[in-house]
């Protein structure tokens, strides 16, 4: 037995096109001993890479905005606006997904990809956590509408808003997802030092027309 915890027993609750794992343990107190023989539910959702596309140049941020089915179930506007996002599939490294999701999500190319954080999305409930990353794009001629996996009957629209209008967005509620406003938040904070690596090079690739 584990010092800290033990489990006792897992298996799967549900296992569709996400899984559920039920698990009974037990775990060390703070106060010491350990507790009772709990029940817990993990929703396994698989791991998430989150890009938020910056323009240096330009100072401007690409924002995406879709149909979102867990923001219908909580009562808010299901038409969320969001980070480019993406779940790293098997033989995937994050960065792979990020420059993936970027095409897929967004047309758009990236250039140097600069890590904000690793974290866990909800954990009392949840495995999944969050490779999230600032990127550089150039931000010209990028198509608003039309984007997005017809197989997976996606449906994405670009904004693409100054940077300061981008964060402005936290204070005003525009942004209610937790990727969105910590890329965002973290953009304010390190927006000079972006410009300064980025500035002086070569704009990242370009994604209008030739």
């Known amino acids: 037995m584990n010092r800290d915890y033990e489990i006792i027993d897992q298996k799967a609750a549900y296992d569709?096109?996400?899984?559920?794992?039920?698990?009974?343990?037990?775990?060390?107190?703070?106060?010491?001993g350990q507790t009772p023989t709990i029940v817990r539910e993990?929703?396994?959702?698989?791991?998430?890479?989150?890009?938020?596309?910056?323009?240096?140049?330009?100072?401007?941020?690409?924002?995406?905005?879709?149909?979102?089915?867990g923001a219908l179930r909580a009562g808010f506007s299901p038409w969320v606006i969001e980070t480019v996002a993406g779940?790293?599939?098997?033989?995937?490294?994050p960065e792979d997904v990020a420059h993936r999701e970027s095409q897929e999500e967004a047309g758009c190319r990236l250039g140097e990809l600069v890590p904000i954080s690793h974290y866990?999305?909800?954990p009392g409930g949840t495995s999944e956590t969050v490779h999230l990353y600032c990127a550089a794009i150039d931000?010209?001629?990028?198509?608003?509408?039309?984007?997005?996996?017809a197989d997976d009957a996606e449906d994405i629209r670009l904004h693409v808003l100054p940077a300061d209008e981008a964060i402005a967005l936290i204070e005003t509620g525009g942004v209610?997802?937790?990727?969105?406003?910590i890329a965002l938040q973290w953009l304010a904070l390190n927006r000079?030092?972006?410009?300064?690596?980025?500035?002086?090079?070569?704009?990242?690739?370009?994604?209008?027309?030739?």
Not at 16 to 32: D, N
């Open 42 to 69: 993990c929703f396994e959702r698989g791991h998430a890479v989150g890009v938020l596309p910056y323009d240096p140049w330009e100072d401007q941020v690409v924002l995406v905005e879709q149909f979102r089915v």
């Open 176 to 181: 209610e997802a937790a990727m969105p406003i």
């Open 120 to 122: 866990l999305v909800s």
């Open 87 to 93: 779940i790293i599939e098997p033989g995937e490294t």
């Open 139 to 149: 931000s010209r001629d990028l198509r608003v509408d039309g984007h997005g996996l």
């Open 16 to 32: 569709g096109y996400f899984r559920i794992t039920e698990l009974t343990l037990r775990h060390a107190l703070f106060a010491g």
């Open 192 to 210: 000079e030092r972006l410009q300064a690596r980025w500035q002086d090079g070569p704009r990242a690739p370009y994604n209008g027309p030739a």
